[in-house]
């Protein structure tokens, strides 16, 4: 193993060479968020002595399996606490100033891990020039709890943040450009990045940003929400009535184990049928409706001149409905929430009652918010530019739902070979499908336009949405939205 070094302002890292390219992985960008920072913002990393040792395997966030496991597969990753790290893929530590594309990964707010082989940025690292980082940051109870004195129910949104201040003060020791950061996240990742563009102080630490299948129909949780939701977990621990301060205490003090196994009674407690949102997210009063918040966003990326990508699959829903219980409800319990539905939408004829659940989660979660989100930064004159991801291998029964941009846009797909979604895909068919997308996102994360091999107008040029398939290209108005 050929090993290499960076100079960075908080000390000597040390990381590998391969494939012509550095390789780092577990560089700290906060203080170990435990003890008395377990539910906390988190604190800056603070400068070592020596070299720190960037060469090993991926740590995660504590975590429970994922509920896409039906549609993902498993992955395999050591978990702790001590987890607030990064991962940089780069193709020198020369000084240039290359483009950043900083990855905030998915997994509902409760899984995932940004240095996992389905995020390796090599790909991206080679083709365009590119340093790619992988963020890791906490998840389920450890991340957005909210109890008096003990945590706001934001620290792990505040994570991601905290992130991007390492990549300010940082990146350039890596031979990337503080100042052309691209972040690009997916699902939660993606939901964050746009609730990043709602708060100055984060937005003014990116340049682009690409939202991927966000759920921007999930509004944030409300503190009364919040509080109710500490008090479900508290009451799944078992813990008797007790002041701020034992609480603190107890909850310092609870084990890992116990903590994800109480959050895990608190989400199948509270799951309803046809819904996305886990208990545990980030927290934000004053986002009283869905509009409000992508209006509040879009306003964000406009005051801050930031150009955006974002699109969605066309089957999202079918990754959290396949082989499990909601595939099995009635069509009475499936009617139920299509009443409930606010955005009006009618679903597709002759469709089983599973089909008619995916079509209108699809369209309440992902489809109507996205693209409500892109009339809204275009009409604030800004750029944003739409996908919809059509693509599905012939032998999954998932279509082109949630997380199958995943291995395209990064090119890993021996990593994600396991990964039922994938089930009988043509592999040059995928390949160069996958190129594309790798094209479109690079030339955006350099330039700001995502500028492939195929002409793709901004969405303010007649609701214009690239749809990525065997045969792509440009639709107007594909939903038909009255907006």
Known sequence: MT??????????????????????????????????????????????????????????APQGPSRLVGAVGEFSADQSEDCLQVSVTTPAVD?????????????????????????????????????????????????YLRVDGVGDGNAGLLDMVEALRWVRDNIEAFGGDPDNVTVFGQSAGGLCTLLMLTMPGARELF??????????????????????????????????????????????????????????????????????APPYLPVADGFESTDVLLSAAARGAAEAGIPLIVGTTRDEAWAMVYGQAAAEATREQVQQFVDSDPTGRTPRDALSAAEVLVDVMTDRWFTVPAHSFAHAVAAAGCKVWVYRLDWAPAGSPLGACHCLELPLVFGTADAWAAAPMLAGADPAEQEALSARIRGNWLSFAATGEPAGDLPWPSYDDGRSTMIFDTRSGVVRDPVGLDL
């Open 207 to 276: 340049h682009r940003a690409i939202l991927q299948s966000p759920p921007a129909g999930v509004l944030p949780l409300t503190s009364r929400e919040a509080e109710r939701n500490a008090a479900l977990l508290h009451d799944a621990l078992g813990y008797p009535a007790l002041d701020s301060a034992a609480l603190r205490q107890r909850l310092s003090g609870e084990s890992t184990g116990r903590l994800l196994t109480a959050a895990r009674l608190v989400a199948r407690e509270s799951a309803v049928l046809g819904g996305v």
């Open 95 to 143: 000084g240039a100033r290359r483009p950043v594309m900083v990855w905030l990964h998915g997994g509902g707010f409760s899984s995932g891990g940004g240095a996992l082989d389905w995020y390796d940025g090599s790909t991206l690292a080679r083709e365009g020039g590119v340093v790619v980082v992988g963020v890791n940051y906490r998840l389920g109870p450890l991340g």
């Open 3 to 60: 090993t290499f070094e960076a100079a960075t302002p908080l000390g000597a890292v040390r990381g590998t060479e391969a494939g012509g390219l550095l390789h780092f992985t577990g560089i700290p960008y906060a203080q170990p968020p435990v003890g008395a920072l377990r539910f906390a913002a988190p604190e800056p990393a603070v400068p070592w002595s020596g070299v720190l040792d960037a060469t090993g395997g991926p740590v995660v």
